[in-house]
């Protein structure tokens, strides 16, 4: 059953996210995932121009005149949500937590999805598989995807991306556009990636606060791991130990940035003190560019 509070967020993201693919995304959207390619649409007289490699010669040699088969762009895509739920996301020094910023992008690339009449899916993971709803079409599916995703309580506490990819693998069968949206606090999941990336075009989403990246000069704090638990006190008024977590830090998200790129694999950068939209805009119309 689900709550009057969950129905109550799902009406507002979806007013939210609704404004914002009526006016900016769908547009862009369709630019961008064109499909998987042309279909047959119907036959007609050749006229002058009209390439002669689409010729359909058994109508011609029935009407003893040339006609030629018309294709037109195959529309329908599968895109797949693969959300990372893990208790990392349960943090944010903003106004929103990085979960709730996850599923609201995930909204808006669902509604843009079945604007476009493509199918949409979603892989919510931890350190193991939560759960999985099979691609469809339908404004009806996308809700239950956004219920799917409010009303989830995670059981793993921890992020394993390795198993979210493997598993995307082993049930999506046709090439997918694929949203990994996480905070990709998480190691050893290249080789995963690798192959699903040859499989699927992934898109890597990552979230991050911004308090993640810098600890401020406020003396001892203790520090806890919501994937582990662990808690550590740490002396924020040191130098040495501000810049350190800057290094470590910045090194870190340099690495997964050159594993992007050596891959192929899109990334897009939010912050959880800034606008989603635009990182996700400049995305859009940076990838049409390429086109």
Not at 72 to 94: A, I, P
Not at 187 to 209: C, F, M, R, S
Request: glycine fraction near 6%; charged fraction near 30%.
């Amino acid at each position: 059953m689900i709550s009057k509070e969950i129905l109550k967020k799902v009406k507002r993201i979806e007013i939210t996210t609704r404004g914002l693919v009526n006016d900016v995304f769908s547009g862009e959207y369709h630019s961008v995932f064109k499909g998987r390619g042309m279909e047959f649409s119907e036959v007609r007289e050749y006229q002058i121009g009209d390439d002669i490699r689409t010729i359909d010669w058994n109508v011609t040699a029935r009407m003893g005149h040339p006609y030629v088969k018309v294709f037109e762009e195959e529309r329908e895509l599968t895109v797949m949500l693969l959300v990372d739920v893990s208790s990392s996301g349960n943090f944010g020094t903003y106004e929103q937590m990085k979960g709730e910023i996850a599923i609201e992008i995930c909204a808006l690339l669902a509604f843009s999805a079945i604007k476009n009449n493509d199918k949409v899916g979603l892989i919510i993971f931890t350190d193991r598989i939560e759960k999985f709803v099979p691609p469809k079409k339908g404004k009806t599916h996308v809700l239950r995807v956004l219920r799917e995703l409010l009303a989830h309580k995670p059981e793993g506490t921890k992020t394993n991306i390795q198993e979210a990819l493997e598993y995307l693998t082993r049930v999506t069968t046709r090439r997918s556009v694929v949203f990994l949206v996480s905070d990709f606090m998480d190691e050893g999941y290249e080789k995963a990636l690798q192959i699903a990336n040859k499989k699927h075009d992934i898109v890597a989403i990552t979230v991050t606060d911004p308090r993640e990246l810098s600890l401020p000069d406020v003396g001892f704090i203790e520090l806890e791991d919501a994937e582990t638990g662990e808690i550590v006190l740490v002396d924020t008024g040191h130098t040495e130990t501000r810049t350190t977590y800057s290094t470590v830090t910045s090194e870190r998200i340099r690495e997964r940035t050159r594993l992007f790129q050596s891959l192929n694999t899109d990334h897009i950068d939010i912050k959880t003190n800034e606008s989603y939209v635009e990182p996700l805009i400049r995305f859009f119309r940076m990838r049409a560019k390429r086109l």
